[in-house]
């Protein structure tokens, strides 16, 4: 069974916080590697692996999962065959 929602807590709130200073952390590491890697096809895969190796435990998981996951969306949706404009066809 899930806990209930209750009052803020000061323990409740440091580890929220922690949990996104690490999510912080781990776009970082991402736009670093994207940087290094470009942000095509080979940046898009080996930046979020980069990240989520230097990033341990769980929170490393959840990174790798979230990153392979909204990064394969975006690579999808740039890859969509488009109408062409009016300057491509001329």
Do not use: C
Request: glycine content about 20%.
């Amino acid at each position: 069974m899930a806990n209930p929602i209750s009052v803020p807590s000061t323990r409740g709130i440091g580890s929220a916080f922690g949990d996104y200073a690490v999510g912080a952390g781990g776009a970082l590491l991402v736009a670093l590697g994207q940087s290094i890697l470009g942000s095509g096809f080979i940046g898009s895969l080996g930046a979020p692996l980069l990240a989520s190796s230097m990033v341990k435990g769980p929170r490393g998981v959840v990174l790798a999962t979230m990153s392979g996951f909204f990064g394969i969306t975006s690579l999808l949706s740039g890859a969509g065959g488009q109408a062409p404009t009016a300057d491509e066809v001329m």
